[in-house]
């Protein structure tokens, strides 16, 4: 993990908060429950404050319509590729979109990003066909990083993109 923990304090180090989205069905689909989730996030936030990087905060959606536990089977508008729960950092942080960076893995991530609003966007993931990718994503344009490493090293371009 020293891959992302360059690239999480290169972001710190450009002023950027760090904030966690995260779709989590498994709440929904009755693997853990909610207090287990938050008790796993206090354990992972601790253990990154430890090593000098702090997020600042997470959204998570714990819905699924193939869910099995009731309260949380359905169909919501916080899962990804929905942008409430970005939004809703955006609005606690008093931040525009514009001003943001989304750093995903999977292209429901920059969607989400794209629908609220943010114009720098990164898929971090090692593929060797994203052009086919790229026909799958509502016309929009993002960054393609294969690793932590690659993105670090153009970390000093971020501020200038957007």
């Given at each position: ?7 999480l ?5 450009s ?6 989205v ?18 796993f ?33 359905k169909?919501?508008t916080?899962?990804?590729p ?32 794209q ?6 966007k990164y ?15 509502e016309?929009?344009?993002f ?5 932590w490493?690659?993105f670090?090293l ?9």
């Amino acid at each position: 993990m020293p891959e992302l923990e360059r690239g999480l304090k290169c972001l710190i180090n450009s002023g950027y908060d760090l904030f966690i989205v995260t779709n989590q069905a498994g709440i929904a689909r009755g693997y853990y429950s909610e207090e287990t989730f938050h008790k796993f996030m206090v354990h992972i936030l601790s253990k990154l404050e430890e090593k000098g990087i702090k997020i600042s905060g997470y959204e998570y959606c714990p819905h699924h319509e193939d869910g099995i536990v009731d309260q949380y089977k359905k169909k919501c508008t916080c899962r990804k590729p929905n942008a409430e729960m970005i939004k809703r950092i955006l609005v606690k942080q008093g931040v525009a979109g514009k001003d943001c960076i989304i750093i995903g893995d999977k292209l429901s991530d920059l969607i989400a990003g794209q629908r609220a609003g943010i114009k720098s966007k990164y898929l971090l993931k090692d593929v060797s066909k994203i052009d086919e990718l790229k026909d799958q994503c509502e016309n929009m344009n993002f960054y393609h990083v294969k690793n932590w490493v690659q993105f670090s090293l153009n970390i000093a371009s971020l501020k200038i993109i957007s």
